[in-house]
């Protein structure tokens, strides 16, 4: 009996150590860098955690991304960012100050240690652009308006909806906009046919496509919006 207790304690005892170098490696595996294009031609790199080795990931997914794309300029996502290395915010600002694109770096009230640290030497060495919603500890380049109850939910998905809606109800016209047409299609018709043209061929019928997905993270889509309209410029001098 004791020899079979001793088998089941070890067999035991190893299933636990395995279980607990897999859960290591799990957590292990968690990279504090994400990373993705956004609107065709923008690099998107969000930062949770600036550590040993941020700087190398950023590098190799910032290799993949341009070897697949061509890419516009960059995002460096430091809201809710925080982290004590000041080592490893020094070696990604060195990364992104010799680029030649365009890089805009947002933060917020929440980017902490050496997140704002980073952000800091990427304003100071004019690596950047701040974009900013709340009181941020670095001055924003630029502050975007965003209702707090609705921060949290577009950083975790900027494509989601707004939870809050800062505008009067509309009415059920269209007189807020005044320099906008009111004729009806219908009455675009019943012209037409009074003026002889019932006959024309109409044109033909565009095939609606899939519905570009759209940004609702003001601060995230200001600092698309920046980037593509500096591309324009580059590409009209050019």
Known sequence: MTRHFFSYF???LAGLLAATVLSRADTNNLSPVKSGILESNVAYFRVSHIAVGVADEIGAANRALTAAN???GTILDL?????DDTAAATATANLFAGKKLPLAILVNDRTHGAALALATALRQNRAGLIFSTAAAAI?????VEENPAD???FFDNPYAAAATN????LTGTNDYLPWVDHTSEADLVR???KDGDEFENPPPARAAGPQKPVIHDPVLARAVDLIKGLAIV?????
């Not at 809201?79 to 982290?83: Q, W």
């Not at 001055?139 to 502050?143: E, F, Q, R």
């Not at 800062?166 to 109800?169: E, K, L, S, T, V």
């Not at 580059?234 to 050019?238: D, I, K, L, Q």
């Open 234 to 238: 580059r590409e009209f001098r050019s």
């Open 151 to 153: 921060e949290k939910k």
């Open 70 to 72: 061509e890419i516009a």
């Open 191 to 193: 012209a037409k046919i």
């Open 10 to 12: 070890s067999v035991a």
């Open 79 to 83: 809201r809710f960012a925080d982290g």
């Open 166 to 169: 800062d505008f009067a109800p």
């Open 139 to 143: 001055k924003p380049d630029i502050s």
